[in-house]
């Protein structure tokens, strides 16, 4: 198939080292410049916005199906893409979110981790606050931070990853450190394990 006029402009912007909107000198290690990157991503966010605003699904602008902000179809493929990128990071052995080198044995970079668990406390201490699950985000119809549907899902994603670190030679609570003798964790979390009791103990 011949290119169309739009597709040869591209390429040759492209060979040229050019920002493929404006044609200038691209300043990024992307295809566009960091003028036209901010003047498409202030318009990609004003038409998501508008969308979900109305009520439609802000990814494809189509009927919206869900309380969040993207239909169901659009949070499957989105869902998919993370989980393809993310197991491509993995294996590279680079961090899952970011994408830069990881200095940690877990699965983000530190930065990262320090932003998720921030993040987490923020959401949680909100939820909490208005008797909203922490998980999902439904009422609460528990008296501890989760609904009961969500509890058991814990539960079970719990007994599962602490079995599968167990199969694989590993401490069932960090999954990073071969456990200590005769015990299913490590030194450190069997330690962090009794001063929790201890400490549960004297409350």
């Known amino acids: 198939m011949a290119e169309t006029a739009y597709q040869k402009r591209r390429r040759k912007r492209i060979e040229q080292g050019l920002c493929t909107e404006c044609g200038r000198a691209n300043d990024t290690d992307t295809r566009r410049c960091s003028s036209c990157r901010a003047n498409v991503n202030a318009s990609a966010r004003a038409r998501r ?36 990128r993310r197991a491509n990071r993995a294996a590279s052995g680079i961090c899952i979110a970011c994408g830069e080198p990881n200095d940690t ?11 998720a668990v921030a993040s987490e406390r923020k959401r949680s201490a909100e939820r909490t606050g208005t008797c909203l699950c922490i998980t999902c985000g439904e009422p609460n119809d528990t008296d501890t931070r989760r609904c009961s549907s969500c509890r ?30 005769g015990r299913l964790q490590c030194e450190g979390c069997a330690r962090a394990k009794r001063e929790r009791k201890a400490r549960t103990q004297q409350t």
């Open 49 to 84: 916005a508008g969308r979900a605003a109305s009520g439609f699904c802000m990814e494809c602008g189509g009927p919206n199906d869900t309380k969040t902000q993207i239909c169901s179809s659009c949070r499957v493929k989105a869902s998919a893409s993370t989980q393809a």
């Open 105 to 115: 044995n877990k699965q983000h970079c530190t930065p990262c981790l320090a932003k």
């Open 152 to 181: 058991v899902k814990a539960s079970a994603a719990e007994r599962k990853r602490r079995a599968d670190r167990a199969a694989s030679g590993k401490c069932t609570y960090c999954g990073a450190l071969p456990p200590a003798p």
